[in-house]
């Protein structure tokens, strides 16, 4: 049998912390929410929101999406090979929580009833949300499974790489050389809870000397001379 959590709590000797062992969840470990729009072959489009998405390379700039095997959005990124993440603010959390919730194949119409309108992406043509600031088209360059990732059992969700070949974001949050991203009221999700991003603490290398800091904060956030 295995120990209850009050046979795993563990005290430090000064007596001040006390511990306990539980189960492993990836629901503890806060991601951000993002809406991805996909489409068929056929050119239906779907939109599902996502929890389980991360950066895994800069450069190139790679994502990283946890997508349950089932969802017809998986489907069509196998089937096409490209999607768009799309970032939604607070003013959208009722509409990434209805598609995060509803099937496609019940509910084929769940765009409609979730208020959303879809448009094209200028250079690849793909399906994005102008309701969202910051739109990314991905292609797909990866897919890992049971086999890929050396897993004993089957996951609950196949991990999907794409990496970002285009990226509209909305002017109203375009700084004079970068994005805002600081200022953007984000969703966060964090043990099935909806969140807000809260207040910023400090820059990166804010530990480090003012100059080195100033000019890295350029390197990293620069647009690299963007077309107006």
Sequence with gaps: MAPSAEQNRTQDPAGESRRTSIAPNAFYVPSPVVLLSTESEDGVVDVSAM??????????????VGIK????????????GAFVVNLP????????DYTGTRSWRKE????????????????????????CPISMACTLVGNLGRHELGLDVPPSHQVVLGRMTECSVDD??????EVRLEDMPILVYLNRVYASRGTNL???R???????????????????GREQ
């Design 51 to 64: 929890s389980a998405v991360g950066v895994v390379c800069l450069d190139p700039p790679i994502l990283a």
């Design 69 to 80: 095997p089932r969802r017809h959005t998986y489907k069509n990124i196998r089937r096409t």
């Design 89 to 96: 603010l607070q003013d959208g959390l009722e509409a990434a």
């Design 108 to 131: 084929p119409e769940k765009l409609e009833k979730a208020g959303l309108v879809v448009d094209r992406l200028p250079e690849s043509g793909l399906p994005y949300l102008p309701s």
């Design 172 to 177: 109203a949050w375009l700084g004079e050389d």
């Design 202 to 204: 400090g820059v990166q």
């Design 206 to 224: 804010f530990t480090d000397d003012p100059l080195k800091r100033e000019a890295k904060m350029r390197e990293y956030r620069s647009l690299g």
